[in-house]
């Protein structure tokens, strides 16, 4: 490491997967690789995953699909998120399974058929309001699949749907969007459809609802050994492993007096004599400008905090006495098995989920990707 690293855990990737996995009983496993692996990386993540059992691969757009398939994955992959005019027939021609949502969207999808037909998730929206048709419009939908796949252009391989709020597994809509979901089903069958796979849970809902299961399961945040749940039920008591350290060296190290200000707009002022050190990775690495005064990081094994706001390339922390010396790491979070803060720790104090703290890192930190004995080295 010269400024800063993430380091990737492959074997806390494969450790999640297989332990996802055995947690189900005749349903397949999606591991959902999109935005660049939730910003893990999405090849080598989809790599290690494929490793420890993982049936398929679900990415969100054409080029994170496309881009699988450039890399040599052969598997199953479900992209799910396209829009008019995008390359179809290339996914198509690639066996990438797509999703469609509006009648349009067979049409588009059927222009794209060349040699073979393409393989289609009809998506129904049982209630989050994004993509989907909704049930009114849900027969005319399977109505158009259905002839295009007589038509020997589309072969209709899923029902899906997405959960709205599987992280409040109480929630009232949870059982709402199942019971949507089944009866959609139950109408595209009695319109013709034979179906193979029928889709709706995300890692909450494959964690807290078992009845979401069906016969294929999209984890995302799981595998990277997050909880879906944030700090109300840690990874570590669902069996998983956080698999992302964030690191960097310190860039510059000074003694300041009691009554020195930090950062733009001077929002943070030394009590007393202190030692400042300067991390150099800012908001356009990646790091939340929301978690300015407040965010915590380890240096020399002590918990420390960011003081003064999070510039764009650097943020600075408050050493208080320690002895510290520029190029000294510091870690951002990481595990928390060596008392490293977390992602979820980095999330609260940023007003954000787990999610948004990795997703969110930028291209300007190299990814080093490691089995679990090599971290730290
Ligand atoms: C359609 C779909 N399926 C699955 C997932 C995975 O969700 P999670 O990361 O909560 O497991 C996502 C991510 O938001 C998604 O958009």
């Known amino acids: 490491m010269v400024r800063a690293e993430a380091v990737v855990d492959l074997a806390a990737i494969r450790h999640n997967v297989a332990t996802l996995r055995a947690r189900l009983d005749t349903a397949q496993l999606m591991t959902v690789v999109k935005a660049d692996g939730y910003g893990h990386g999405m090849v080598p993540v989809a790599r290690a995953a494929r490793q420890a059992g993982a049936d398929w691969i679900g990415a969100a757009v054409l080029e994170e699909a496309l881009e699988l398939r450039a890399a040599g994955d052969t598997g199953p992959i479900f992209c799910w998120l396209t829009t008019p005019g995008e390359p179809l027939a290339q996914a198509i021609a690639a066996g990438i399974d797509l999703s469609a949502g509006a009648p349009w969207e067979i049409d588009e999808l059927v222009a794209g058929v060349t040699d073979r037909p393409a393989r289609v998730h009809l998506k129904i929206d049982t209630g989050l309001s994004r993509g989907g048709a909704v049930p009114e419009e849900w027969p005319t939908l399977v109505r158009a699949a259905l002839k295009a796949e007589r038509e020997g252009r589309l072969e209709i391989t899923g029902i899906w749907s997405h ?23 139950a109408v595209a069958e009695h319109l013709g459809a034979e179906v193979e796979y029928r889709h709706l849970a995300n890692s909450p809902g494959m964690l807290a609802l078992p009845q979401t299961h069906f016969d294929l399961v999209r984890p995302g945040i799981a595998t990277y050994g997050l909880s879906p749940f944030g700090p109300a039920l840690p990874s570590a008591e669902l069996g998983l492993r956080p698999a992302m350290t964030l690191r960097a060296r310190l860039a510059m190290v000074k003694r300041v007096p009691a009554g020195t200000s930090v950062s733009y707009g001077l929002t943070w002022t030394a009590p007393k004599p202190s030692t400042l050190g300067l991390i150099p990775l800012g908001y356009g690495d990646g790091l939340p400008r929301h978690a300015s005064n407040g965010a915590p990081v380890q240096v020399g094994g002590a918990r420390r905090t960011v003081v003064g706001r999070i510039c764009m390339d650097q943020c600075v922390v408050n050493l208080e006495d320690d002895v510290a010396a520029a190029g000294q790491e510091v870690v951002l979070f990481g595990p928390g098995t060596g008392g490293e803060p977390t992602a979820d720790d980095w999330a609260e104090v940023a007003g954000t989920i787990n999610y948004e703290i990795v997703t969110r890192l930028g291209a300007r930190i190299p990814r080093r990707y490691v089995d679990s004995a090599e971290v730290g080295g």
Do not use: G
């Not at 959960?163 to 959609?184: G, I, R």
């Open 163 to 185: 959960l709205a709020s599987a992280d409040e597994p109480k929630s009232p809509a949870n059982e709402a969007q199942v019971e949507t979901f089944e009866t959609a089903i």
